[in-house]
């Protein structure tokens, strides 16, 4: 895997969701969330996300659940343009696992990670205040 998510800050303790006993994640990669309560790796733009691993899952150790951050400041990386304080959502593929952008105006739900603490350009890293579930770029 690559282009982990960092975490800054912690404003909750961590979720514990179910997870494949034979799947790797690792610490700091973005999950999507399937039902019931059951995260794994996010491969697609705007999926609807569990939140990002705060520890490793290692396959096939017998272990079926992974601790799952929902509320915090990690530092990750764009994918294209975003500006301070826009939603951003997953736009991870398996060429770019981890990426965010800048959520669509018709993104809501468990598909927006959270805001943009700093403006990013494509492939840089940048602060977000990761708030799965928290309010997009919907136009009124």
């Known amino acids: ?25 690792e610490k700091g990669a973005l999950c999507k969330m399937t039902d019931p309560m059951t995260a794994a790796l996010s491969a697609a733009v705007n999926d609807m996300l569990a939140g990002i691993v705060v520890s490793e899952k290692i396959a096939n150790n017998g272990i ?22 826009q939603a951003v959502s997953s736009a991870a593929d398996a060429n770019f696992p981890n990426y965010v952008k800048q959520a669509g105006v018709t993104i809501s739900g468990a598909a927006v990670l959270g805001h943009a603490l700093e403006t990013a350009a494509a492939g840089e890293t940048f602060r977000v205040f990761v708030s799965v579930g928290a309010g997009g770029n919907q136009i009124s």
């Open 1 to 25: 895997m690559a282009n982990e998510a960092t975490l800054l800050v912690s404003l909750e303790p961590p979720i514990n969701f179910t997870c494949a006993d034979g799947t790797g994640i």
């Open 64 to 85: 079926t659940k992974v601790a799952v951050c929902r509320r915090g400041v990690f530092k990750m990386y764009a994918s294209g343009a975003i500006a301070v304080g």
